[in-house]
């Protein structure tokens, strides 16, 4: 006679990890941690980028920042930390596209961004 086991325990041979509910919420918070830490090093990057460069490739680099962030919040599941304010992903979505889609006009079309050399002018 062969032992049966229960459908909740791993069936392959070799793999002893059990897959416990606290094991299951330690790695998402490790990982909602550090989605956390990449938002905020990809902040001082715009901050370094928009001193070292100038405001309109700053604004630049915030703008794709923003549609990165609104590509992520489409994609991930769930709400991910960092990047998720509302319960509704849709009104994350539109308001990060939104804040992209103005700092790119702002950018574009701003004379006090204007310049005169340099690149993206």
Same mark, same amino acid.
């Given at each position: 006679m062969t032992e049966q086991t229960p459908a909740s325990t791993p069936t392959h041979q070799g793999e002893d990890t059990d897959i416990t509910?606290? #094991?299951?919420? #330690?790695t998402r918070r490790a990982l909602r941690t550090g989605l956390m830490w990449v938002m905020v090093g990809a902040i001082i990057a715009g901050v370094v980028v928009t001193i070292m460069t100038g405001p309109k490739i700053g #604004?630049?680099?915030f703008a794709l920042l923003? %549609? %990165?962030v609104g590509t992520l919040r489409w994609a991930l599941p !769930? @709400?991910?930390f960092g990047i998720a304010a509302r319960e @509704?992903?849709?009104k994350d979505i539109i308001f990060c596209y939104a804040v992209s889609a103005g700092l790119i006009i702002l950018a574009s079309t701003s004379y006090a961004?204007?310049?005169t050399e !340099?690149?993206?002018c």
């Open positions: 509910p606290a #094991a299951v919420l #330690a #604004a630049f680099y923003m %549609i %990165i !769930g @709400q991910p @509704q992903k849709w961004l204007r310049c !340099g690149f993206l």
